[in-house]
């Protein structure tokens, strides 16, 4: 089974900056079709962030393009966001998906607040 676990949110000010990480397991990292970021506001519906294709091709949304950063290392499994200049607005809980295989996967959250 294909298993996610995310860490790095927490409370940071306007301006700061948060990196997240997803350690991925059961399948073989390098074979990921591709990885994301979602994130989720109360009353908000969830949106993607920032994806990585599995040649490293990486898309981001428009909302925090020249902000966040979406990078992996091969040798700890770990696919990262770098968040930088945080706005208020980027408070949510943070999701990580991958498509591997047959299975897409979710992260369990991991909550940035942003305060200003």
């Known amino acids: 089974q294909v298993q996610l676990v995310e860490s790095g949110g927490g409370l940071v000010q306007a301006g700061g900056s948060l990196r997240l990480s997803c350690v991925t397991s059961?399948?073989?990292?390098?074979?990921?079709?591709?990885m994301g970021w979602y994130r989720q506001a109360p009353g908000k519906q969830r949106e993607l962030v920032a994806s990585?294709?599995?040649?490293?091709?990486?898309n981001f949304a428009d909302s925090v393009k020249g902000r966040f950063t979406i990078f992996k290392d091969n040798a700890k499994n770990t696919v990262y966001l770098q968040m930088d200049n945080l706005k208020p607005e980027d408070t949510a809980v943070y999701y990580c998906?991958?498509?591997?295989?047959?299975?897409?996967?979710w992260g369990q959250g991991t909550q940035v607040t942003v305060s200003s």
């Open positions: 059961g399948t073989i990292f390098s074979m990921i079709k591709s």
């Open positions: 990585l294709s599995r040649g490293g091709l990486a």
């Open positions: 998906n991958v498509v591997a295989g047959l299975s897409e996967v």
